[in-house]
């Protein structure tokens, strides 16, 4: 499997994690909004043909979680990709504002 590098961009509002994979000329990213002191929306995850069956939306979402926990900071999860990996890592409720299975308001 092909390595994958992600950055994060943040403009203090909003951002976002963008993932490259090595040898392919496209990007995927995860965007979230700062919602107050210790607390994003991750928003979107999106991810070209191109970048399909790479892992690299997955690992987006495992980057966002690591961070969350070293910063630290709470996930509201409104990103449908999001809360399905969390359907699979329930683990994550550390770092979330809701249980696996439930819609944030």
């Known amino acids: ?3 994958i590098t ?5 403009d203090g509002r909003h951002g976002r994690y963008v993932a490259r994979v090595a040898g392919i000329d496209a990007e995927a990213e995860l965007t979230f909004t700062h919602r107050g002191p210790g607390l994003i929306s991750a928003d979107h995850t999106g991810a070209p043909e191109a970048l399909k069956g790479t892992g690299a939306a997955a690992a987006l979402v495992d980057h966002l979680i690591a ?6 900071f709470r996930i509201i999860p409104y990103c449908p990709f999001v809360r ?3 359907l699979k890592h329930p683990e994550w409720q550390d770092v979330m504002t809701v ?5 944030p308001e």
């Open 1 to 3: 499997m092909a390595a």
């Open 99 to 103: 249980a696996p299975g439930e819609m």
């Open 6 to 10: 992600i950055t994060r961009e943040d």
């Open 84 to 86: 399905a990996r969390y």
């Open 67 to 72: 961070e969350a926990r070293a910063t630290p």
